[in-house]
């Protein structure tokens, strides 16, 4: 039994530059997957590549003349590294002129794990680009031919590989509760994405979007999606597993762009998903050290920058943190680095 305990929350910190989004929905991709709606996302369901270069052309220098940045530019939505030439090359050039005004600080892109290879992405540091986010959303191979992908769990490891041998820093997406899914099979993804070591990872449970072919096999009874409850079950125990091997992980769910949200007809999206997530599983770190006390606690000292998620989306952890001892009136948070459970 101790007297009290200090610990430290185990995600990394997050990087301050902001993002610059720039999409490009369906560009490059050589066909759809069954539970793709980028349409439904951004608004869009074609895409004119010399119209979005002109017009981020336009929108830097605008930015660059009123003093703002810098920015981390990012080309989602889309697969980068299969965009027709010159448009890599081009988009590229672009982001370097404006790193040389100091405008941009980075820049990332999007792609399939079976549209990289040694010399492309080689060529592709070589023009300025700082990181890939790899679309993996399973290793699984069972998963990845029901869902259309096109490939299998070697390739998307492959790919990881390949970006960080060309010197690239790794980003990868995991789209758990696929066709195909099985109890387990997000864990053992995020297991495997963890051993790759990426910076960082984005966590997209699998939702059915009107218009999708996913929303075919659905209505006729051929998928289930998750609930919400165990989506924020699975993705709250991934985290720990990511952080551990310090890996960030910059969104948990879709966010809700365009006209996504009127479109979906089933699936574990809810606007404060990730506030929920990373509240849950805080609550499991907090109660592990309640745990390792030995005894009730009398106060916890947080700090205030996890004050948003500790209680979870609308207060729907206080009842549990009441359970292992922890009342309103017993948590403060201020301006400290570490928790302090006494």
Known sequence: MSDRITFTHPEPLPHATRVWPV??????????????????????????????????????????????????????????????????????????????????????CSTRPDCVDDSGLSML???????????????????????????????????????KNAGLGLGVQLLPGLPGDRPGIFAEDVRIAADMEPETARLYPCIVVRGTPLATMWERGEYESWSLDRAREELAAALPVLWD?????????????????????????????GQSVRGTALFEIVRQQVAELGRVPASLSAPRRYSGEFYGHGRELASQYFEIGLSEQSVRFGDVAEFVLG
């Open 125 to 163: 540091r070589a023009q300025g680009l700082d990181m890939v986010e790899l679309g993996i959303q399973s290793f699984d191979d069972a998963a990845l031919r029901r869902s259309g992908r096109g490939y299998a769990g070697d390739t998307a490891r492959r790919a990881c590989e390949l970006v």
């Open 23 to 108: 999409f490009l929905p369906f560009a490059g991709c050589p066909y759809r997957c069954v539970f793709c709606a980028q349409d439904k996302q951004t608004g869009q369901d074609e895409v004119d590549l010399e119209i979005i270069f002109q017009t981020l052309e336009q929108e830097l220098d605008q930015a660059l003349a009123r003093g703002r940045g810098p920015y981390e530019l990012a080309f989602y939505g889309g697969t980068f590294t299969a965009l027709p030439s010159p448009w890599p090359e081009k988009f590229l050039g672009l982001a370097m002129r404006f790193r040389e005004r100091g405008l941009v600080m980075h820049v990332r």
């Open 245 to 273: 091997k310090n890996v960030r992980v910059i969104r948990l769910g879709l966010a809700p762009e365009g006209t996504l949200e009127e479109n979906i007809l089933a699936g574990p999206w809810h606007p404060a998903l």
